[in-house]
C-alpha cells in the first residue's frame, strides 16, 4: 500500500525556517517524481515545488523560489522542503504527492499544517 | 501571471449529469496540457480521478470521465451520486510549472 506521511509542520514566526519531511513506503520511491502541494485554510491548491526521481529537474512556484528548497534521499525512501524566510502567506497545509511519470499526481499525504505567524 | 479558471460552484441532482470545465488564460487547453483532476472532502487530502485528460486511476469510479470541450478541460460526472458532493480541482502542467484551478464547488441536492 502507498503511503506518504508528513511531518515537520508548526507554528514559526514571519522570517523563520522550518523543514517538513515526507516518508514514503509501499512502493520504489526513487523511480517516482514527486511534488509539494500546499493549501492555505478555506483556500484552493497550490502547486509549490517539483523533484525527479534522479534530482535531475528541480523546479519551483514563483510564489516560494528563492525561500524554498526542495530536496530528497532515496536511500531513506524520503522527501524535504526546506522553507526560509518564512511569511505570513506562507501558512498552509502542506501535501506531499506522488507523480506518475511525469505528469500525473496519483497518491498524496494527509498533510502537515505550517503556521506563519508573531 | 498563467490563471486556470473553473467554475466556482455548480449544483446538480442526484442521478443527474453535470459537466465541470478548466480554462486556460494562455488560450486553449490542449492534450499538451495534461490535465489531471482532483477531489477534495472536507478534513480530508486530495484524492486523484483523472491524469493526461481521459485516464482514469484503477480507483476512479466509471461515472466520472475527463475529455477536453470547446477549448477546455472537463470532468464530466454521470449518475451523480450523493458521494460526489465535494470540491474539485483540475490540475494543468506548462513545461516546468504546473498550475491548479481555482476549484469547483459541487453540491448534490
Known amino acids: 500500500e502507498v503511503q506518504l506521511v508528513e511531518s515537520g509542520g508548526g507554528l514559526v514566526k514571519p522570517g523563520g525556517s522550518l523543514r517538513l519531511s515526507c516518508a514514503a513506503s509501499?512502493?520504489?520511491?526513487?523511480?517516482?517524481?514527486m511534488n509539494w502541494v500546499r493549501q492555505a485554510p478555506g483556500k484552493g491548491l497550490e502547486w509549490v515545488s517539483y523533484?525527479?526521481?534522479?534530482?535531475?529537474?528541480?523546479y519551483y512556484a514563483d510564489s516560494v523560489k528563492g525561500r524554498f528548497t526542495i530536496s530528497r534521499d532515496n536511500a531513506k525512501n524520503s522527501l524535504y522542503l526546506q522553507m526560509n524566510s518564512l511569511r505570513a502567506e506562507d501558512t498552509a497545509v502542506y501535501y506531499c504527492?506522488?507523480?506518475?511519470?511525469?505528469?500525473?499526481?496519483?497518491?498524496w499525504g494527509q498533510g502537515t499544517l505550517v503556521t506563519v505567524s508573531s | 501571471q498563467t490563471v486556470v479558471t473553473q467554475e466556482p460552484s455548480l449544483t446538480v441532482s442526484p442521478g443527474g449529469t453535470v459537466t465541470l470545465t478548466c480554462a486556460s488564460n494562455?488560450?486553449?487547453?490542449?492534450?499538451?496540457?495534461?490535465p489531471n483532476w482532483f477531489q477534495q472532502k472536507p478534513g480530508q487530502a486530495p484524492r486523484a480521478l483523472i491524469y493526461?485528460?481521459?485516464n482514469k486511476h484503477s480507483w476512479t469510479p466509471a461515472r466520472f470521465s475527463g475529455s477536453l470541450l470547446g477549448g477546455k478541460a472537463a470532468l464530466t460526472l454521470s449518475g451523480v451520486q450523493p458521494e460526489d458532493e465535494a470540491e474539485y480541482y483540475c490540475?494543468?502542467?506548462?513545461?516546468?510549472?504546473?498550475?491548479f484551478g481555482g476549484g469547483t464547488k459541487l453540491t448534490v441536492l
Open positions: 504527492a506522488r507523480v506518475a511519470g511525469t505528469t500525473s499526481i496519483d497518491y
Open positions: 523533484i525527479s526521481s534522479s534530482t535531475s529537474s528541480i
Open positions: 490540475l494543468l502542467y506548462y513545461g516546468a510549472t504546473q498550475v
Open positions: 509501499g512502493f520504489t520511491f526513487s523511480s517516482y517524481n
Open positions: 494562455t488560450g486553449a487547453v490542449t492534450t499538451g496540457y495534461y
Open positions: 493526461s485528460t481521459n
